[in-house]
């Protein structure tokens, strides 16, 4: 089965700062790593994606991601944060080799970034 | 171009009560999901369907929860004799399939069973 873990249910930085919200994964192939944000009553909207290649992804509104394999890690970034980026942020994992219906994104509990000025 | 859409957007009903949620996928994607994000909490997968495959519908809560999708695009979710811990907001994604796609989500549909 896979799974994916967020351990922090809040995370607060101070606007300018930088910013990492964590999370790690378990499946039994190759991941397909993924980040959401959703903002006060909306639903959610996509970040970022690791399929293949590169470690280090980056996504919208200035942020990335970082896949360690060896860790098992996707933990997202950004190098200042804005008040604006305060939000929940959900991370999901799917098995790359699983294909059909047997494919589905699992998602984590959520992480709520809280930046204050 | 237009985005998931949901209906209604609220719904109060009595418990008891059944209720139906629509959704309307972007056109052109094959793989249609629903969620259940109850208060402060994560996603709770419910239903999955990809193109003409059986739906995976493993995380459905309770025989009293049924999905269907006519003719590969809307999507209805039908929750029968309504229980008050069915209150949550009811989120659907679609994407274009399930290969290295991204899911689009719709606004949900905030149902309070009172």
């Known amino acids: 089965a896979q799974s994916v873990a967020q351990p922090e249910d809040q995370v607060n930085v101070a606007e300018g700062n930088p910013l990492t919200v964590k999370c790690t994964y378990s499946?039994?192939?190759?991941?397909?790593l993924f980040w959401y944000v959703q903002y006060p009553n909306r639903g959610l909207q996509f970040l970022l994606k690791?399929?293949?290649?590169?470690?280090l992804v980056k996504g919208s509104y200035g942020f990335e991601a970082e896949f360690n394999k060896s860790q098992t890690s996707f933990h997202l970034k950004k190098p200042s944060a804005l008040v604006s980026d305060s939000a929940l942020y959900f991370c999901?994992?799917?098995?790359?080799?699983?294909?059909?219906?047997?494919?589905?994104?699992?998602f984590g509990t959520g992480t709520r970034l809280q930046v204050t000025l | 171009g237009a985005g998931v859409s949901q209906s209604p957007s609220n719904k109060v009903t009595e418990k008891g009560k059944d209720v139906e949620l629509r959704c309307d996928p972007i056109?052109?994607?094959?793989?249609l999901y629903w969620y259940r994000q109850r208060l402060g909490q994560g996603l709770e997968f419910l239903i999955y369907?990809?193109?003409?495959?059986?739906?995976?519908k493993s995380g459905l809560p309770s025989d009293r929860f049924s999905a269907e999708r006519t003719g590969g695009s809307v999507s209805t979710l039908t929750i029968q004799r309504t229980q008050q811990e069915d209150s949550a907001v009811y989120l659907c994604?679609?994407?274009?399939?399930?290969?290295?796609?991204?899911?689009?989500f719709g606004p949900g549909t905030r149902l309070t069973v009172t």
């Open positions: 994604a679609s994407s274009l399939g399930t290969a290295v796609y991204e899911q689009y």
């Open positions: 499946v039994s192939g190759n991941p397909y």
């Open positions: 690791y399929i293949t290649g590169d470690n």
């Open positions: 999901a994992v799917r098995d790359a080799f699983r294909t059909g219906t047997a494919s589905k994104l699992t």
């Open positions: 056109s052109g994607h094959t793989a």
């Open positions: 369907f990809q193109g003409n495959s059986a739906p995976d």
